[in-house]
């Protein structure tokens, strides 16, 4: 091997990274408690529970990256005092708290919704009046998925609101996005400065789990200059090394940034199959201070994420141009357990593999609605 690549993390990301390093002779290795995770399969996992284990990982290789976005800082600034971490530590540490991301969103001039730090049940009566309803609530560290949220809708559930989300300390009010869409850019910056982009990905979510990705997203050429533009000033700034990902709504004002994930992500998984070089190999390319890949498309694509029950492998597998991606993860009911490609030759074979796919998949898919292509 030529290299070895620590990643804090061992989920599916971790699992797909190394999967994409192997060809390149780079090794992974990873840093996780649950000794089953999907990446064991891919290199050795060392558990932050065992004896010396953070300073047994940070002598397992060569430079570090992370697949899991709430990595301790704290193991961070050890790691660092020996070895790099790319993306760095201050990238990680904005995208952690949703107060410094915002506040640097402002600060590049990227639109955001108006917000409001809140701290107490009079800082969020405060936000209400200021910013009107309905707003959107969250925890300011460690959300996920919809998780640590309430939409108020009326100023009489400000006391449960502050019951439920209170006590998570930090927050911040947001105005709520009268959005049409969602859109997700992502991009990965070399260490010599360079910077690609793939197209956007359309985002459908369901139960506040992304359900599908749509790649190109349609009808979406005039916003991918204004995503390209945005995220490049991010990572510009930030002397950004590795993948970005930049969450952002559609509306009648133009785009609107939501949040920013220092790492490959979700709605990324399309580029596997659908572009010459996928995000999982171009962040390893970045890492490893290697020549980045193109981010063209190939071909449109839709992805769609197995969530809680996997469908027959058979099923997936009969169907012509599916690709399966399977985690090595128990079922669990809202769980991201694998997820499909489909790359269809046209949009009439695509709406009839949706309406296939909808029909073997054990979740609910409103796939075929979407399909306006
Ligand atoms: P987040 O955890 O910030 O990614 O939010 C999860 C989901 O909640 C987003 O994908 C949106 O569907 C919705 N959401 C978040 N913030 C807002 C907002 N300010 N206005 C409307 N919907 C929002």
Redesign the pocket.
């Known amino acids: 091997m030529d290299k070895t690549i620590g990643i804090f993390g061992g989920g599916q990301l971790g699992r797909m990274m190394a999967q994409a390093a192997l060809p390149l002779n780079i090794q992974c290795t990873f840093f996780e408690a649950n000794a089953d995770c999907p990446s064991v399969a891919l290199g050795q996992v060392i558990s932050p529970k065992a004896e010396n284990g953070l300073n047994q990982f940070i002598q397992s290789a060569d430079v570090f990256s992370l697949e899991f976005e709430n990595t301790p800082l704290a193991d961070v600034d050890v790691l660092t005092k020996q070895k790099e971490l790319y993306p760095s530590r201050q990238a990680l540490a904005i995208a952690q708290n949703r107060l410094l991301e915002k506040a640097l969103f402002d600060e590049l001039g990227i639109p955001v ?1 108006p917000y409001k730090a809140v701290n107490s049940l009079e800082s969020l009566e405060q936000a209400v009046t200021e910013l009107g309803l309905p707003i ?1 609530l ?1 925890t300011t560290t460690g ?2 998925d ?1 998780k640590g ?1 309430f939409v108020l809708r009326s100023s009489n559930q400000m006391q449960q609101a502050w019951l439920e989300l209170g006590p998570a300390g930090s927050l911040v009010a ?4 009268n ?1 049409s869409r ?1 859109v997700s850019i992502i991009a990965v910056r070399g260490k010599n400065g360079e910077v690609k982009t793939w197209s956007l990905a359309e985002n459908h ?1 369901h139960n ?1 789990i992304l359900s599908h990705s749509i790649v190109p997203a349609p009808k979406s050429l005039d916003l991918q200059p204004v995503a390209q533009d945005y995220i490049t000033r991010l990572l510009n700034h930030l002397n950004y090394v590795g993948v970005l990902t930049l ?1 952002l709504f559609v509306t009648d004002k133009g785009l609107f940034a ?2 920013m994930a220092p790492r490959v992500h979700n709605s990324g998984h399309w580029s596997i199959e659908g572009a010459v070089c996928s995000q999982f190999e171009n962040h390893i390319r970045a890492v490893a201070g290697l020549p980045l890949g193109s981010t063209d498309v190939i071909r449109s694509s839709v992805m769609v994420n197995i969530i809680g029950q996997h469908p027959k492998t058979e099923d997936v597998l009969a169907l012509n141009g599916a690709h399966l991606h399977l985690y090595n993860k128990a079922e669990r009911e809202g769980r991201k357990i694998g997820h499909i490609t489909l790359m269809p030759n046209d949009s009439i074979e695509l709406t009839r593999l949706c309406r296939q796919l909808a029909n073997i998949l054990p979740q609910p898919l409103a796939l075929t609605q979407d399909m306006n292509i």
């Not at 947001?174 to 996005?177: I, K, L, P, Q, T």
């Open positions: 919704a959107v969250k959300g996920y919809g949220q947001e105005s709520f996005v959005f969602e979510h506040g969450e939501n949040e």
